[in-house]
């Protein structure tokens, strides 16, 4: 079964520092892998998502990801903290069985931006 | 652009009440999703629906009931809620069918069990 773990429920950074989320994914083949931010008292969306068409993906707010099949991850970077981007951070894995379409989030990470 | 709709927002309950927490989609989309987001779980996945008229378990179903009316409508029911069971609720949806799509979520819905 497909799990996906985020080490380290809380990260506090710098502004302007270098900002650096982990997820590690389960799965029995490389899945489909999102990254989903909730800022508070919002609902989730979509900051970036790998399909197999590139390792190196960007997405929105100067946010990318790196998909790394011999370590299982999908870390999070942002070179330059904002004090916008503090918020809640899920990781999401979806298999490729299209038959069943289950989408897992990993627990979240909680960022924080200090001034 | 109503998006992913739910109702309602904010409810409260008494241990051994019921409720259908109700949502809609918009968008066409083939594929449903209930979760439930609790403080340091992230969102676990209760129910799912891949295409009307199917239905299947996530990680947490134990205590709820669903039901995928037509395309555009599924709704999530307790039976005898439980203090457990207070939570904030989470609908979405996405295309479905390759595993590749965006999910779009609801404001979600926040319940409390007393």
């Known amino acids: 079964a497909q799990s996906v773990t985020q080490l380290g429920s809380h990260v506090s950074v710098s502004e302007g520092a270098l900002v650096l989320l982990r997820c590690n994914y389960s799965s029995s083949v490389p899945p489909y892998l999102f990254w989903y931010v909730q800022y508070p008292n919002q609902g989730l969306q979509l900051l970036l998502k790998y399909t197999s068409a590139a390792t190196l993906v960007k997405g929105i707010n100067g946010f990318e990801a790196e998909f790394k099949k011999s370590e299982t991850s999908f870390h999070l970077t942002k070179p330059s903290a904002h004090m916008s981007d503090a918020a809640e951070y899920f990781c999401a894995v979806s298999e490729r069985k299209t038959s069943y379409d289950k989408v897992i989030f990993g627990p979240g990470t909680s960022l924080s931006v200090i001034p | 652009n109503a998006g992913v709709t739910q109702n309602p927002k904010f409810q409260v309950l008494k241990t051994g009440q019921s409720m259908t927490l109700q949502c809609a989609q918009d968008m066409n989309h083939n594929s449903m999703y209930w979760y439930r987001q609790d403080p340091g779980m992230g969102l676990r996945l209760i129910y799912y629906?891949?295409?009307?008229?199917?239905?299947d378990k996530g990680e947490v179903p134990n205590g709820y009931n669903v039901s995928r009316l037509n395309k555009r409508e599924f709704s999530l029911r307790l039976e005898s809620a439980a203090p457990s069971q207070t939570s904030v609720y989470f609908c979405?949806?996405?295309?479905?069918?390759?595993?590749?799509?965006?999910?779009?979520f609801g404001e979600g819905s926040r319940l409390t069990v007393l």
């Open positions: 979405a949806s996405r295309r479905g069918g390759q595993g590749s799509g965006e999910l779009f």
């Open positions: 629906s891949a295409s009307e008229g199917t239905t």
